[in-house]
Structure formats: C-alpha cells, structure tokens
C-alpha cells in the first residue's frame, strides 16, 4: 500500500468551493455546458454544430521550470503543451491561444524572443493560431496560457462519463518527466523540457474507440485517476502502468506532467495495443463503490502533485 494524507485545504477542495462561489449552472438551455472542475470549459455557441473548448494553465519560474536548466524555446514551448494537452484530453481540436507573459529584469529581448520561438514552433505544428495576449514585469517569470479548441456537438471527452465495468486504459509511459527533473540529457530529459500533447489521439478516442471519459495525466496518475473517480462517482482498481525506461513505481504512480492521456471505454471495445507509435495500456478497471483508487489489492493514495496539499 502506498501512504499519504490530502491536507483538508487540497487544490480538488479549493476548486469545488470555487466552482460554488461563481453561482454558474451550466447545463440544458444555457450556453455554457460545462464550468469548473474539468480540463475544459466547454461552451456552446447558439445554433453551432460545434462546441468550444477554452483551457487556462499557468507556468510559474521555479515551480514549472527552473531557469538553470530551462531555456527559453523549453519554457514557451511548454506553456503552450500544457494547454493543448487539456484540449487532446477533451477530443479537441485546437483553434487559437492567448499568451500573457511576466517576465524579471533580468529577461532581455533575447530571452523573450526565444520564448516564443519555442511557443510557436509547437503552435504552427499544431495550427493554433497566437492570436493575442499581454506583457509585463514580475519577479519571476510567470506565463498564463489561454487555448481555445473546438469539438462536434455534445462529443467532447469529459472526466464525468466512465461507467462500471469500464476499462481504464494510459497512453505511452509514464515517469519520464519524473526522471527528467534531474537528468541532464536523453529521452526522459526531452519529456520533462519538451512534453508532446496527444492531439491526434485525444481525436482517435473520441471518434473511433468512442472512450466514455478521459483526462491528461499532468499532476501524476494517482491524483487524477482520483479525480476521475469523483467526477464519474466510481472507484478504479488499477495494477501497475507501464513504467518509463529507468523510472520507479513512485516515479510512475506519483510524478507529474507526463501529459499522456487516461481514459476508460467499455470492456467489450478492441482498444488497438498502440496509436501512431504510443503505446495504449489497459491498466485496470472502474468499480462501483466511493471515489477511491486501489491499487494491487491496497489503497492508493493521491499523492501527485497539489500545489496546496
């Protein structure tokens, strides 16, 4: 059994006090279908055949990155995956970003120049479009991403649909951002600096194996496989996932931002073995039974990373 508390003022708890304070109530006959709690918000335009997906993450200096060992093209290129990866969780297909960027005193026009050459390598790779956002001074640098995809109408990927008997399912490997925190060179270094956000297969599942719910693996597959459980009113029972070359089974369960894709369809679906080289790996199954994940038999607890546990 692996150990651990949540603190009571977790960033799961803040957000549904959060989700209450704002007084939405998205759902039949309002525009907006879904509001806080998912990758998402999902908003539907009066008369579209599509719905509009909107996603905002921030990159934060010596939180997200560290400038020792982050360059510049590294930095933007991230802030951007981070939000793609929110719109592949959801089945999307990504339209434009906003870019709002702080940067310290020490941050020339060098700095800043490469930041958005690596933004905007991934953005033309993934046609998304900079279509505005802001500059200012800070402290430390600090990047808020804003992305804004598009899906069919009513198809959007959520993290509510998983139904019992539904089987749990992770693409690629995970621990390799773990391992790249510290590592100076290789494969797990080029995940941790330059994370790939499954656009591609975010589309696949939701058109082809039809996955009833699905989310990005960013704070570590134990917390968010939690998260999916409170979202869908489920347990998941899960064995071990496929391990990155040289991670452990702490790096795997626990470390964050390896950005593969969690998802669960039915148990009679095919799910093929891989997507365009990325492994998909049935890891376990959902449960009738309180939100809660075990893991070989035992609790595992939700101890990924929570910015205020």
Same mark, same amino acid.
């Given at each position: 059994m692996v150990k651990g508390t949540l603190s009571k003022n977790n960033e799961v708890d803040l957000v549904r006090r959060i989700a209450r304070w704002s007084g939405l109530s998205p759902g039949p006959g309002s525009s907006l279908v879904l509001g806080i709690g998912d990758d998402c918000a999902i908003y539907r335009p009066r008369g579209s055949r599509e719905d509009l997906l909107f996603t905002t993450d921030l990159v934060i200096e010596d939180v997200h990155f560290r400038r020792s060992t982050h360059r510049a093209e590294d930095v933007g290129w991230k802030c951007l995956?981070? *939000?793609?990866?929110?719109? /592949? /969780?959801? *089945?999307?297909?990504?339209?434009?970003?906003?870019?709002?960027?702080?940067?310290?005193?020490?941050?020339?026009?060098?700095?800043?120049?490469?930041?958005?050459? =690596?933004?905007?390598?991934?953005?033309?790779?993934?046609?998304? #479009?900079?279509? *505005? *956002?802001?500059? /200012?001074?800070?402290?430390?640098?600090?990047?808020?991403? @804003? @992305?804004?995809? #598009?899906?069919? !109408?009513? !198809?959007?990927?959520?993290?509510? =649909?998983?139904r019992a008997g539904d089987a749990i399912y992770v693409s690629g490997a995970l621990g390799g951002s773990a391992i790249g925190l510290e590592a100076r060179v290789g494969k797990a270094r080029k995940r941790h600096l330059r994370p790939e956000p499954r656009l591609a297969l975010g589309r696949f599942l939701r058109e082809k194996v039809h996955a009833t719910a699905a989310m990005d693996v960013s704070d570590g597959l134990s917390i968010d496989l939690r998260r999916m459980c409170e979202a869908s009113g489920l347990r998941a029972e899960i064995g071990m996932p496929p391990l990155f070359p040289g991670a452990s089974d702490a790096q795997a369960l626990h470390g964050g931002e390896d950005y593969e894709l969690l998802f669960t369809a039915p148990a009679r679906v095919k799910v093929p073995g891989e997507f365009e080289g990325v492994p998909l790996t049935r890891i376990g199954r959902?449960?009738? =039974?309180?939100?809660? @994940?075990?893991?070989? =038999?035992g609790r595992l607890d939700p101890l990924g990373w929570d910015h205020f546990a």
């Amino acid at each position: 059994m692996v150990k651990g508390t949540l603190s009571k003022n977790n960033e799961v708890d803040l957000v549904r006090r959060i989700a209450r304070w704002s007084g939405l109530s998205p759902g039949p006959g309002s525009s907006l279908v879904l509001g806080i709690g998912d990758d998402c918000a999902i908003y539907r335009p009066r008369g579209s055949r599509e719905d509009l997906l909107f996603t905002t993450d921030l990159v934060i200096e010596d939180v997200h990155f560290r400038r020792s060992t982050h360059r510049a093209e590294d930095v933007g290129w991230k802030c951007l995956a981070r *939000g793609l990866s929110d719109i /592949a /969780a959801m *089945g999307g297909d990504p339209r434009f970003c906003l870019v709002s960027l702080a940067v310290g005193e020490w941050a020339g026009a060098d700095w800043i120049e490469g930041f958005y050459a =690596g933004l905007l390598r991934l953005a033309r790779r993934e046609h998304t #479009a900079l279509a *505005g *956002g802001d500059l /200012a001074r800070a402290e430390k640098v600090t990047c808020d991403i @804003v @992305v804004c995809g #598009a899906v069919p !109408r009513g !198809r959007a990927l959520r993290r509510d =649909g998983a139904r019992a008997g539904d089987a749990i399912y992770v693409s690629g490997a995970l621990g390799g951002s773990a391992i790249g925190l510290e590592a100076r060179v290789g494969k797990a270094r080029k995940r941790h600096l330059r994370p790939e956000p499954r656009l591609a297969l975010g589309r696949f599942l939701r058109e082809k194996v039809h996955a009833t719910a699905a989310m990005d693996v960013s704070d570590g597959l134990s917390i968010d496989l939690r998260r999916m459980c409170e979202a869908s009113g489920l347990r998941a029972e899960i064995g071990m996932p496929p391990l990155f070359p040289g991670a452990s089974d702490a790096q795997a369960l626990h470390g964050g931002e390896d950005y593969e894709l969690l998802f669960t369809a039915p148990a009679r679906v095919k799910v093929p073995g891989e997507f365009e080289g990325v492994p998909l790996t049935r890891i376990g199954r959902m449960r009738r =039974g309180d939100a809660d @994940v075990s893991f070989n =038999g035992g609790r595992l607890d939700p101890l990924g990373w929570d910015h205020f546990a």
